[in-house]
């Protein structure tokens, strides 16, 4: 059951897990299964969104992201610091504090994704003057993409064919590292520091180019605020280069905000997002110019690898992105141009959990689906292992599980059987 295809970052350490259902019940994809008193994942339909990494009560699910010492596989080194990063410290009051910090770490050099979020607004755009996609859909968060790859195939000519801003990151930074001290590329390391399990699944997926890793901010906290207790005014060698635009991205609805159209909708919530896909599914979102769903709660702010309290770092964001206004003057702040290469390819489904690779054979066993799914009672209690009626069905056709997994079922088999224990001694 634990088959994977593609790379994951959310994994299950079974020696913690006591089988408590928390996580069967959360999971927005419906991917956790509970047999024998342990948790299993179904990676075919995991997008590594973490709510499981967040809820569990025991620590058995966790997100497996790179060390810092990692970096040191490469000779030359750069930083990729999400946004978000910024958000975990309450008393720095602006992100050069940040950057100089992670130059003490070991890194060569810092480039923000804040600055390619920049770019990647610029070609979004472009985008929504040329594409007659409606809504275009945001491609930023990697755990929304792979949910419309899984479960909203149809809705995939309308997410945005761009470069995700950590991507286009890790490209910039190579590309002017490369040129500015005269090293082939091959030699530069790119980390992305990450606030989800989601990004770093997309990085180790084999489809990320220019970014060779991710470190969770969780991870790195605790040196990051040593070297801040220690910092002078001397260290501080590196500026900000990004606009309050693209340090905005790490709240929900920072992409909306920097495309100027009213026609938005910002969904966070990898629950509420899925709820706004159905909606657009069906038709009822076409008068949309521009959808951003972000799966963590407030935006990637909010993202299970963050260290600081999603709604505190919210208002530390907050107070950052209006500090960065105040000190911008907008009639002189032009956008980035337009990047060509921020463009690629449009997006694929994904290979999912297949009832059989027979027509024929997949229509019998949706019918027998159908069948056992009506003789439930509906309750969705998950005491069967799996998180709903309809789920378990699935599973006793596909031979993961059985009728008697039921609780309810058992019951019934088991009154029957004792009322015929009765008649039988009657008879005696």
């Not at 339909?45 to 490469?74: E, H, S």
């Not at 159209?261 to 909606?279: F, K, M, P």
Request: glycine content about 6%.
């Amino acid at each position: 059951m634990d088959k994977q295809k593609i790379y994951h970052s959310v994994k299950l350490e079974k020696d913690k897990c006591v089988g408590c259902t928390t996580c069967l019940k959360r999971c927005p994809m419906e991917c956790i299964r509970v047999r024998n008193g342990k948790a299993s994942i179904l990676y075919e339909l995991c997008i590594d969104c973490g709510v499981c990494v967040r809820i569990c009560p025991y620590n058995a699910k966790v997100a497996q992201t790179d060390p810092i010492n990692a970096i040191f596989r490469y000779k030359h080194r750069i930083a990729l610091p999400a946004p978000t990063l910024y958000a975990q410290f309450r008393n720095v009051a602006s992100a050069d504090r940040v950057l100089n910090a992670l130059l003490a770490l070991g890194f060569n050099d810092v480039f923000e994704v804040a600055r390619a979020a920049d770019y990647v607004s610029a070609a979004v755009r472009k985008l929504l003057e040329t594409t007659t996609a409606r809504p275009l859909i945001s491609s930023a968060c990697p755990a929304v993409v792979a949910l419309i790859q899984v479960r909203f195939p149809e809705l995939l000519p309308n997410v945005a064919n761009v470069l995700s801003p950590k991507e286009l990151a890790g490209k910039m930074a190579k590309e002017e590292y490369s040129k500015k001290h005269g090293v082939p590329m091959e030699e530069i390391g790119a980390f992305f520091i990450t606030p989800c399990p989601a990004k770093m699944a997309s990085i180790h997926s084999g489809k990320s180019r220019y970014v060779d890793g991710a470190i969770a901010i969780q991870d790195i906290y605790g040196l990051l605020a040593s070297q801040l207790r220690q910092q002078t005014a001397e260290d501080l060698v590196k500026k900000p280069d990004a606009s309050w635009h693209g340090v905005n991205w790490a709240s929900g609805g920072g992409e909306c905000a920097s495309l100027n159209n009213s026609s938005t909708l910002s969904v966070d919530g990898i629950h509420n997002v899925i709820y706004a896909l159905e909606e657009i599914e069906n038709g009822k979102l076409d008068d949309l110019v521009f959808f951003e769903g972000s799966a963590c709660e407030g935006g990637c702010v909010g993202g299970p690898l963050t260290f600081e309290n999603a709604f505190v770092a919210q208002n530390t964001m907050r107070k950052l992105v209006e500090h960065m206004r105040e000190e911008t003057d907008e009639s002189a702040y032009e956008p980035p141009p337009v990047r060509e290469d921020v463009f690629k390819q449009p997006w694929e489904p994904r290979d999912t959990l297949k009832l059989s690779n027979d027509i024929s054979e997949a229509i019998a066993m949706m019918d027998r689906i159908d069948e056992l799914t009506k003789t439930f009672k509906g309750l969705d209690c998950g005491s069967c292992g799996s998180p709903t009626c309809r789920t378990l069905a699935e599973d006793i056709v596909l031979g993961y599980a059985k009728e008697m997994d039921c609780v309810f079922k058992l019951k019934e088999k088991v009154g029957q059987l004792a009322r015929q224990m009765a008649d039988l001694t009657n008879l005696r």
